[in-house]
């Protein structure tokens, strides 16, 4: 048997133990460190024997692990880890800030072609596999028009920006696809859709004893950039019921073209493609792993510099070899 993948996790959040979960599932890969901002020494993983360092120590194991798969956060996080451990090792992260990853490419291109490692950004389902499908639908339907609808989710940015109000002790919210506005897509209308009439947004609030609820809930829903352009429920409830019923981190969403084909284009078509996650970081976090044993093969085939799942065939994804994928697949 070939020798296993040999992978490194950089972040032990809900992304790194996701990670850590779908190599099990991956029999040419194995974990063979974890690295941690955290005193290593309190961190307990679940794979047995596999060592635990502090971050400060992992460029000393550059030459144990193959490919380092970085789960830190988008915002302040990845734009400086990623182009910093693509000097040592063939890296795969998941930013997702689609405004700035023309940047945090450009910034990871040069580091990663200087050390002649590969660097796979932005991998998870958006960006990552909606921007897969964006691009084979709009290329098979260059006369049409794009649609993606995120949820139903739990946006843990918003959540937040909840949590951040005076008064509330811990919020949920969920972004929720509107159905006549799927319908309308699925039908080949072609509408033009604004923001409010594509999703709705319903938070799940647990207040302070005493808190001014509807001092809270106009704050919520007047919030510029988070909730004033949707049409936005609040639910007051108790830390029991957000413990029992809102304690998941699910999403998914849809992404889907609507093009018309023929000479005069009078057949209309729709291409959709869909996800239902009951965890956002565990799904997100098989999508890396995936995406790692690519970065393995491309470095090996001498390659170098920044991709993104564009430049990854799909093949380089997959356990199987193209004699297999060829006869069961194809």
């Known amino acids: 048997m070939a020798e296993k993948i040999r992978v490194g996790i950089l972040g032990y959040g809900n992304l790194g133990k996701g990670v850590e979960c779908a ?3 991956n029999t040419d890969m194995e974990l063979v460190a974890v690295f941690t901002r955290r005193n290593p020494e309190d961190l307990k993983i679940l794979t047995q024997g596999v060592p635990v360092y502090n971050v400060s120590d992992a460029v000393a194991h550059k030459d144990e692990i193959d490919v380092m798969i970085l789960c830190g956060g988008s915002a302040t996080d990845l ?12 890296v795969i992260d998941s930013f997702d800030t689609h405004a700035k990853i023309p940047e945090h490419f450009a910034n990871v291109d040069a580091a990663a072609k200087a050390s002649g490692k590969v660097g796979i950004i932005s991998c998870g389902w ?11 639908a709009s290329a098979i339907l260059p006369q049409g028009k794009d649609y993606t609808f995120w949820g139903k989710g739990v946006s843990q940015g918003h959540s937040d920006a909840i949590r951040r109000i005076e008064g509330v002790l811990d919020a949920r919210q969920y972004t929720i696809p509107v159905d006549a506005a799927l319908d309308k ?10 923001t409010r009439e594509k999703h709705t947004r319903e938070c799940f609030v647990v207040a302070e004893e005493g808190a001014d609820l509807a001092r809270i809930e106009k704050e919520i829903v007047t919030m510029p950039n988070y909730f004033a352009d949707y049409d936005t429920t609040v639910n007051f409830i108790s830390m029991e019921e957000l413990k029992a019923n809102h304690s998941g981190i699910p999403h998914g969403g849809f992404v889907i073209r609507t093009g018309k084909t023929g000479w005069d284009e009078e057949y209309n078509n729709v291409i959709e493609y869909s ?4 965890s ?7 999508v890396l792993v995936a995406y790692a044993r690519a970065a393995y093969r491309m470095a090996a085939a001498g390659q170098s510099g920044c991709k993104t799942v564009f430049d990854v065939a799909p093949a380089q994804l997959c356990m ?9 697949m194809l």
């Open 126 to 136: 958006d960006p990552g596999m909606f921007s897969l499908n964006r691009v084979y």
């Open 320 to 328: 199987a070899s193209g004699e297999e994928l060829r006869a069961h």
């Open 275 to 278: 996800l239902k996650l009951d």
């Open 79 to 90: 734009p400086k880890q990623t182009p910093e451990y693509v000097q040592y090792f063939n």
């Open 280 to 286: 956002n970081p565990a799904f997100t976090a098989s």
């Open 185 to 194: 897509v699925r039908s080949g209308a072609n509408p033009e859709l604004t």
């Open 23 to 25: 190599l099990k599932q």
